[in-house]
């Protein structure tokens, strides 16, 4: 049975206001484009262009892989400057591809489909494989593997995540508001896949509007209905979304599908949408400009590879000192030390933020209090994790349920203390991890 | 490349609340029982309230300089210890038994096991008891003003009867700051409000403490409600049990934590020598946390028990 919401979880400040109702623009480069190979899980993709190459928006630049993995299109028409590494958002250098854009915008053909009545099951995976479609949530899941479990006839729900539970995020409640069909769309072709499915459209009850809306866009649709789920941080994790929806729940030795469910975020399913019905690969995302240092908040549609610096010249800069950015939201994103990287198919924000709690607040002795195990979403007792991280005691940790941890960052978000425990349990599950792969 | 920009690990914001907050809450909460007991007993109540606090404080702050470790005063623990301290000693204790008991909680109970967070027992109560075994007539002498009786609870034990609606107002015998039931009713009242504590101790701690006193006293109400309104029951499961540090952190790990002090406090009373029994509980549960935790780990999301129980 659905609860439409989970244990422990928190509130924080959300700023959505700061750029909700600033509609999608397009924003179109200025400067050179640049394609990490490694912009979803898995193998990195191989480039099939060289250094002097011309290329058209569109045009595949790198192929998959391998099979958990995805290609990678050009957003642009121009000339390939280089193959060289290039910090990406994460912080870690990857090797990519350098477009200098030519400014014409000369598109290449689409990718080859068929009339979608006409597709067959392998037909509609192949395509979307092909349209290099990843988790646009912030995984990067290549999303042709998400869609191809062992018995699809055992999938019972299709899940869209539209939660959106990061503060500052708004560009998938933009995407709710201005293109529900699209999302309908998306959805109807991944429904094809799994004959048993019922898709649910997830959204958090702080967006009467876009529950409206999308209400209204599923009507007349059997198979798919809206869920309003109450507001909460991580609302939008896999787990914890799906215990909401559908009350089943799963740990962290299971997948989705092990309990008959799919989920996928809303910009990924309208970029099914674009590959399957309109023959289009993914070249951009809705990408949110937001935080308190920002001059204009805005909700652009980016080209993919298009400089994050550019982008927040484009939402009019810094208004005061920006303390932090951030890709993606303050809960889970990857602060910047370096605002020349390139826009990803991850990249769901930046969020520039005036000041940094990090620095200002010192850490303290842990008193105990237990707001880390209240707010706890998977039931762990973070502040004993975090004292066995501290001693490196990789079989206690264990013992209470370490490898469980999310990551979501609850614990550190509610510790009075200030102590990094979500960081300290995330650093342990990482060695805990390396010794299984021994 | 000097215009790097300052890099964190997610998450990158953090709540407001802060240890030192939860710390002011506790003080103001304990004010309302603190105040009613210097209107109770009148100005050495006051004057010993301050001297342990300003004993507590000072012991921390000579500590820790001496030490040459970070000064902590500003987080006001030791202001919440001093102020617990006081609370339990009854008004006729002298000005430097307050000052024995602030140097002994702080400086032996908590920083020499390593300061805030460290301790296994509760500063004050250890300190308080500390007092009890070495100048045990002093502190169980409870005589004010002109007022030279036994406590309700003594007189209670000796088949005597009591007036249970003045021991709720907390005009009675006893320490400083536990005589007044409404008063410390209404700290537990800021702190339930505040989100400091939950009910899970306290309520345990005073249910299963009611239960064992109906049947001890053969389900006779009079009797419950004045064990549950006399002595430190009150002050105790509202701001002693629930102290952080000497309590579990696991939630079903509190609930036996409650129950195991409702059940000692129990025995104590009943089948002690003394009237009282509430610290001596609360510091020998103390004793028993990390046990219990260790035994109430709780279950993660999504996982289900393996077959024969704990694996």
């Known amino acids: 049975m659905a609860t439409f919401t989970f244990k422990g979880g928190v509130h924080p400040y959300d ?3 700061l750029s909700k109702d600033k509609p999608i623009a397009p924003y179109l480069p200025k400067g050179d484009l640049i394609y990490p190979l490694s912009q979803h899980i898995g193998a990195p993709a191989a480039p099939i262009v060289a250094k002097g190459d011309r ?11 391998g099979f ?6 050009s957003s642009v028409s121009g000339t390939v400057k280089a193959i060289e590494p290039h910090f990406v958002s994460t912080g870690s250098k990857v090797n990519s591809i350098v477009i200098e854009n030519d400014g014409l915008y000369e598109e290449a053909e689409g990718l080859s489909i068929k009339p979608f009545d006409e597709m067959t099951k392998q037909d509609i995976l192949a395509v979307i494989k092909e349209s290099g479609v990843v988790g646009m949530g912030g995984a990067g899941f290549p999303t042709h593997v998400k869609l191809s479990p062992k018995e699809p006839d055992k999938i019972d729900y299709i899940l869209v995540n539209c939660a959106e539970c990061e503060p500052y995020l708004t560009s998938d409640y933009r995407i709710m508001i201005e293109r529900p069909d699209k999302i309908i769309g998306g959805l109807k072709v991944v429904l094809e896949l799994f004959d048993n499915a019922q898709g649910l459209i997830c959204i958090e009850d702080n967006k009467p509007e876009a529950i409206t809306t999308m209400q209204k866009a599923c009507e007349g649709e059997s198979r798919i209905k809206v869920v309003v789920l109450k507001t909460k941080y991580p609302q939008g994790a896999e787990r914890m979304l799906i215990h909401a929806a559908t009350g089943r729940d799963l740990n962290s030795t299971m997948l989705p599908a092990d309990v008959g469910c799919v989920v996928d975020n809303c910009d990924t399913i309208t970029s099914i949408y674009d590959a399957v019905i309109l023959g289009k690969p993914l070249t951009s995302r809705v990408v949110t400009i937001s ?31 920006a303390k932090k950015v951030i890709s993606g939201g303050p809960m889970m994103g990857f602060a910047m030390f370096d605002l020349e990287c390139p826009t990803t198919k991850t990249t769901s924000a930046i969020t520039c933020l005036d000041k940094d709690d990090i620095s200002e607040k010192p850490t303290t002795a842990c008193i105990n209090c237990g707001r880390c195990v209240t707010a706890c979403d998977e039931g762990l007792v973070p502040a004993r994790l975090a004292q066995f991280a501290e001693r490196f005691d990789l079989d206690a940790f264990q013992a209470w349920h370490g490898m469980e941890c999310v990551e979501c960052g609850c614990c550190t978000y509610a510790c009075p203390a200030k102590k990094p425990l979500a960081q300290m349990i995330r650093n342990l599950r990482r060695m805990v991890m390396a010794n299984r792969k021994k | ?27 103001i909460a304990l004010i309302p029982a603190a105040g ?30 001496l030490m040459n470790k970070p000064i902590t005063i500003g987080d006001y623990s030791a202001v919440v210890t001093g102020m ?30 390593g300061g805030l967070g460290q301790n296994f027992m509760n500063p004050a109560l250890a300190a ?6 070495s100048f045990a007539g002093r502190m169980t002498n409870f005589s004010y003003d002109t007022f030279t009786g036994a406590t309700p609870l003594a007189e209670l034990k000796a088949g005597n009867p009591v007036d249970v609606m003045s021991m709720i107002i907390g005009n009675e015998a006893g320490t400083i700051g536990e005589t007044s039931v409404i008063a410390v009713l209404i700290g537990a009242a800021i702190l339930l409000w505040k989100g400091i504590i939950d009910l899970k101790i306290p309520g345990t701690y005073l249910l299963t403490f009611s239960v064992f006193m109906l049947i001890a006293g053969g389900f006779d109400m009079t009797y419950l409600v004045a064990h549950l309104a006399g002595g430190g029951i009150m002050f105790g499961a509202w701001f002693m049990a629930t102290d952080y540090v000497t309590s579990p952190i696991t939630p079903k790990g509190q609930i036996v934590y409650g129950v195991i002090l409702g059940v000692l406090t129990g025995i104590f009373r009943c089948f002690g020598a003394s009237a009282e029994g509430v610290s001596y509980a609360i510091i020998f549960s103390n004793l028993l946390v990390p046990l219990i935790e260790k035994y109430t780990v709780p279950m993660a999301f999504g996982k289900v028990k393996e077959k024969g129980g704990k694996k």
Not at chain 1, 55 to 65: D, F, S, T, Y
Not at chain 1, 292 to 320: Q, W, Y
Not at chain 2, 1 to 27: A, E, G
Request: charged share 15%; net charge neutral; proline share 3%.
């Open chain 2, 84 to 113: 617990i301290l006081g609370m339990n000693l009854p008004v006729s204790a002298t000005w430097w038994m307050a000052v024995l008991g602030g140097v002994f909680a702080i400086l032996v109970v908590k920083q020499l096991f």
């Open chain 2, 1 to 27: 490349m000097s215009d790097l920009r300052n890099v964190s690990s997610s998450p990158h914001i953090r709540d407001k609340m802060t240890s030192t907050s939860i710390m002011q809450w506790v003080t």
């Open chain 1, 68 to 73: 958990v993995s995805s290609p990678v299109y």
């Open chain 1, 15 to 17: 700023g959505k206001d």
């Open chain 2, 128 to 133: 308080r008891c500390f007092l009890l075994i």
């Open chain 1, 291 to 321: 935080g308190e240092a920002i001059a204009d908040p805005r909700n652009f549609e980016v080209k993919m590879g298009t400089n994050i610096a550019e982008l927040i010249e484009a939402a009019g800069g810094f208004k005061s000192e």
């Open chain 2, 36 to 65: 009613y007991g210097v209107f109770h007993f009148g100005p050495n109540a006051l004057m010993l309230l301050l001297v342990t606090v300003a004993s507590c404080v000072a012991t921390e702050y000579i500590y820790e300089k």
């Open chain 1, 55 to 65: 290329v058209l928006v569109g045009q595949k630049i790198a192929e998959a892989g």
